[in-house]
């Protein structure tokens, strides 16, 4: 394939092909915003940094920037890796619709005073599938069991959740909400700066956390609402020795809120293109009626995956499911149950089989949902992250980032990746929808 280049005054995509399933994404910061930047890091360097010999904030900026060199680049490679690149280069792979493999991997950055800034980083690439008109399939949904009991059940979870819901303030962050927020780079005088992207980003505010404190300061904004602090927790994947604040100052802006704690039925509604109240009954017995441990729900998805896949047959690149085994791996490892699943004699088969399984799902649905030009936005986000409700809602849920426990969230996550699994799952409900009409 040809270099795809993509250019605008302050960020350059381009993409090329290095051999049949690996590419090399190149993205570019434009100089203004690379200087601004080092700029004000100085500054926070100085207000920060205590020293004998100096009075405190009175340390010459020149002296700084040459024995704190690495630690300043390193904040500033994150501040753009975390606010502007990894947002950028998720929307452009999916507005270019290439269906990629598991996560981009970044192999090199490249940033100094007064040049672009270079990120560039290894895509695994998958080869276009012919798709066939799935639309004309016959497909056959398993039955739900016909107990008057879970029909009971339905109707008391939604009498129930819909009463607990009308008590929360939709517009309000309370505990257990998630929180939609862009953050804003300021100055010393709480001034926003020019030739800086916001970042956006969304957060958990969990319960078991609630005294960190840029979770205490959300919790009780409503949405609109503007605050500064230079408390984001952010990770930096730069350097192991800096803080997760980082200690820039940030002006936060509240955009939206998926609430947390009870189940939204207008969010429910949108989510799967429900009319009626027959029809969101019908849907919510997927999760109640089970069958061998298994839901209707899962029972559904599978059997859509085995007739999608019988009509699609391709393989995966061998390093595809390398990869993916030690993603899946690296997550087990944190289960309290790790030790147990590695006595299996065919663990390692069964994690083989699992990464495989995964890749081709996504592989598929990722181009389907290309073909059909199915697009995703903050709400089809807010719609997928209330899904994370409670046990029940969560079982409709299908695609989740591997490495990342929405769950157990207690940092914000990048909008681009919530993007991708969010356009999965509207895909796959897309596709439900019509083959079960």
């Given at each position: ?26 993205i ?7 200087n ?28 700084l ?6 630690s300043?680049?390193n ?14 280069l ?6 270019k ?19 672009q ?11 276009p ?8 399939f ?12 879970l ?11 819909l009463g ?24 010393n005088?709480n ?10 980003f ?8 609630m ?12 949405i609109?609402?503007?605050?500064i ?9 730069f ?8 200690n ?15 189940f939204?039925l ?27 441990d ?35 791996l ?27 399984k995964?890749?081709?799902e ?11 030009n ?26 989740k ?15 681009g ?21």
């Amino acid at each position: 394939m040809p270099e795809i280049v993509e250019k605008n005054s302050k960020l350059n995509f381009i993409i090329q092909k290095i051999s049949t399933n690996i590419w090399r994404a190149e993205i570019i910061v434009d100089a203004q915003t690379v200087n601004s930047l080092y700029s004000q890091t100085l500054i926070v360097f100085q207000k920060e940094t205590i020293l004998p010999g100096f009075k405190k904030e009175q340390i010459p900026l020149q002296y700084l920037e040459e024995h704190y060199k690495e630690s300043i680049n390193n904040n500033i490679k994150n501040y753009i890796f975390k606010h502007i690149v990894l947002d950028f280069l998720m929307d452009k792979l999916i507005e270019k619709k290439i269906s990629i493999a598991n996560y981009p991997r970044l192999i090199n950055v490249e940033l100094e005073k007064n040049k672009q800034a270079k990120f560039y980083f290894d895509i695994s690439v998958a080869s276009p599938l012919l798709l066939k008109e799935w639309k004309y399939f016959i497909f056959r949904a398993p039955k739900r069991k016909r107990y008057k009991d879970l029909d009971k059940q339905v109707s008391a979870f939604i009498k129930k959740e819909l009463g607990l819901f009308k008590k929360s303030n939709p517009n309000q962050v309370e505990e257990s909400d998630w929180v939609f927020f862009s953050s804003e780079l300021v100055n010393n005088q709480n001034e926003t700066l020019p030739n800086i992207y916001d970042g956006t980003f969304w957060i958990k505010i969990n319960n078991k956390l609630m005294k960190r404190p840029f979770q205490s300061l959300l919790n009780g904004k409503n949405i609109g609402d503007s605050f500064i602090t230079n408390k984001l927790p952010l990770n930096n994947d730069f350097s192991q020795e800096e803080e997760p604040n980082n200690n820039y100052s940030f002006k936060i802006t509240i955009k939206k809120i998926a609430k947390g704690n009870h189940f939204s039925l207008e969010s429910f509604k949108n989510t799967f293109k429900l009319k009626s109240k027959i029809d969101i009954h019908d849907k919510l017995i997927e999760v109640f009626s089970f069958r061998n441990d298994i839901s209707q729900r899962k029972s559904i998805i599978e059997e859509i995956f085995h007739l999608l896949l019988s009509k699609h047959r391709f393989e995966i690149p061998k390093h595809f499911s390398v990869r993916r085994q030690e993603d899946i791996l690296d997550y087990l490892k944190h289960d309290p149950d790790y030790n147990v699943y590695k006595q299996s004699v065919d663990f390692y088969e069964q994690v083989m089989m699992l990464a495989e399984k995964q890749l081709k799902e996504e592989i598929l649905i990722d181009q389907m949902a290309f073909k059909e030009n199915i697009a995703v936005n903050s709400d089809d986000i807010k719609n997928y992250l209330n899904l994370f409700n409670n046990n029940r809602l969560r079982e409709f849920i299908y695609f989740k980032p591997i490495l990342e426990k929405i769950e157990e969230s207690d940092f914000p996550l990048q909008t681009g990746l919530l993007k991708q699994y969010a356009l999965r799952e509207k895909t796959l409900n897309e596709i439900i929808h019509e083959l079960t009409k």
